[in-house]
């Protein structure tokens, strides 16, 4: 699909997804790595992580369009759900430091 068939407001949609979840990953490295942050939502990033990076998928990625569906749907998912747990004081900060290492004002 080309970007003409998906529209301007579709694609930039999409590019400000990639890069919120680009974002929050690095936030959400950053606050696994604070004693202050309970172990669950460490666990669960883990877990997510390990998920994303295995050759093993609960539905197999030759499947056309189903393969990636576990993908685009769990991985977001499981992060969004690490994040949650995390206090937010302290997922504030992370994302505060998040941005000031990528450069970026908040």
């Given at each position: 699909?080309?970007?003409?068939?998906?529209?301007?407001?579709?694609?930039?949609?999409?590019?400000?997804?990639?890069?919120?979840?680009k974002?929050?990953?690095?936030?959400?490295?950053?606050?696994?790595?604070?004693?202050?942050?309970?172990?669950?939502?460490?666990?669960?990033?883990?877990?997510?992580?390990?998920?994303?990076?295995?050759?093993?998928?609960?539905?197999?990625?030759?499947?056309?369009?189903?393969?990636y569906?576990?993908?685009?749907?769990?991985?977001?998912?499981?992060?969004?759900?690490?994040?949650?747990?995390?206090?937010?004081?302290?997922?504030?900060?992370?994302r505060?430091?998040?941005?000031?290492?990528?450069?970026?004002?908040?």
């Amino acid at each position: 699909m080309t970007s003409k068939a998906m529209g301007p407001n579709m694609l930039n949609s999409w590019r400000a997804r990639v890069v919120t979840l680009k974002r929050e990953g690095h936030v959400l490295y950053l606050a696994c790595r604070d004693p202050r942050v309970p172990w669950v939502p460490k666990v669960i990033a883990g877990l997510v992580v390990a998920y994303a990076l295995s050759p093993v998928d609960l539905i197999p990625d030759f499947i056309p369009v189903l393969g990636y569906v576990d993908d685009l749907l769990l991985v977001p998912l499981g992060l969004a759900l690490a994040l949650r747990l995390i206090p937010a004081p302290i997922l504030e900060e992370h994302r505060a430091r998040a941005a000031a290492l990528a450069g970026e004002s908040r």
